[in-house]
């Protein structure tokens, strides 16, 4: 089972990419993914025998980081070498590999410049539709609290899916946060009439955020939600710095033609300061579940779908557990384990169902032994 099928790892040799390579391999290792790994070399090279020897070495370097991740036991996939632009190399070949997700690193920009976020990594962040995993430099993934900001929108709603599901798979804390804009306008007669504006306003948004959050699944899931009141982007950068938030998930809308290089305002700032490694998401998921059809081993199946209901795939996991007894009928963990999920998804008829014939058969094979123990003693 794969929640992450292939990570695109951008790969430009320098000293933080050390930091970067781990990163993806700890991440598919997480996700059970395949590492497909790239690197691109300048188009404006004129000296053949310069762009022959650059590329003979970056050969070597690929080849080296290939080893690497067989080392570490995750899949690699074939490595690509390209001429040309980073940020459109990277993008294109991102489709062209089915790639879920690319992981690059934030660029090594001088240390205490409040905009930390390289130029390419931005570019990237703005021409791709894939989401893009950005690695800030020095930072191992060590994911223990995640935050994601919502505004309602369909990539917010992605954003918070994907959260959802990695929060679940990292054992992280969830920190889910819906910021209320005041307004600041000048039009108001007076603070009084502003102050009424921002209650009505800021009472709306909460009734809009948790109406928004009922169409998750948050079933045991280790999460919180903050509906703090001022400016979207320092209010998220604020959120960071104060629960210590090691990736911050957040969408940012897809867009077409020229209009796809603007991103908001808020998501800009947000991505050129934020201090910790972050995940944007447009109009693609990362989690992207990837189950065997062909598993015939009654065990495998249960496996795998305890493992898909502690990832809240309730509805996939119910499916394991049934192929398991149309394998077996008398194979009274899956009943046990089919009841648990309705247990979680709030319907206890068809849990009582499943709990009773686990029982029952549990009961029958109980006795069964017996009766087999009898036997053999009148025998002896």
């Known amino acids: 089972m794969k929640l992450l099928e292939n990570i695109l790892l951008a790969d430009d040799f320098s000293k933080s990419s050390d930091n970067v390579l781990q990163t993806a391999i700890e991440l598919a ?65 991102a489709i062209d590999v089915k790639t879920n997700l690319i992981l690059i690193g934030s ?66 804390e ?4 819906g910021v209320c804009e005041l307004q600041g306008s000048t039009w108001f007669a007076s603070e009084t009439e502003r102050a009424e504006e921002n209650y009505i306003r800021c009472a709306q ?38 629960k ?22 808020v998501t800009e700032k947000v991505v050129r300061e934020v201090p910790c490694s972050f995940l944007t998401l447009k109009s693609e998921d990362v989690i992207s579940l990837q189950l065997e059809n062909d598993i015939k081993d009654i065990e495998m199946l249960y496996k795998t779908g305890t493992q898909l209901m502690e990832d809240g795939f309730y509805e996939d996991s119910i499916e394991q557990f ?27 008829e068809k849990a009582k169902r499943y709990r009773n014939n686990g029982r029952e058969i549990k009961d029958r094979i109980w006795y069964s032994k017996i009766e087999e123990e009898v036997r053999k003693l009148r025998g002896s």
């Open 174 to 177: 969830l920190t889910i946060l």
């Open 29 to 93: 290792k997480v996700m059970q993914s395949k590492i497909t790994p790239i690197h691109i070399l300048p188009d404006d090279i004129v000296n053949e025998k310069v762009k022959t020897l650059l590329n003979e070495t970056a050969l070597v370097k690929l080849n080296e980081t290939m080893k690497i991740i067989e080392n570490a036991g995750v899949e690699v996939g074939e490595p690509i070498l390209e001429f040309g632009s980073i940020s459109d190399s990277v993008v294109r070949s």
């Open 322 to 348: 049934k192929s398991c007894l149309s394998i077996s009928n008398m194979h009274v963990p899956a009943y046990f384990a089919i009841a648990k999920v309705y247990d979680k998804t709030n319907e206890p």
């Open 244 to 265: 210590m938030v090691d990736l911050l998930v957040m969408g940012t809308a897809g867009r077409t033609g020229l209009n796809r290089l603007i991103m908001g305002s």
């Open 107 to 172: 660029g090594e920009g001088q240390r205490g410049n409040k905009f930390q976020l390289g130029t390419t990594a931005e570019r990237i962040i703005q021409k791709s539709e894939k989401p893009v995993f950005v690695v800030k430099e020095g930072i191992l993934l060590n994911v223990q609290n995640i935050l994601c900001p919502v505004d309602f929108s369909e990539s917010s709603k992605r954003a918070l899916k994907n959260a959802i599901t990695m929060a679940r798979r990292f054992r992280a």
């Open 205 to 242: 948004h909460k009734a809009q955020f948790n109406a928004f959050l009922e169409e998750f699944n948050l079933t045991e899931l280790n999460w919180s939600k903050e509906t703090p009141k001022g400016n979207p982007a320092e209010e998220i950068l604020s959120a960071i710095s104060r």
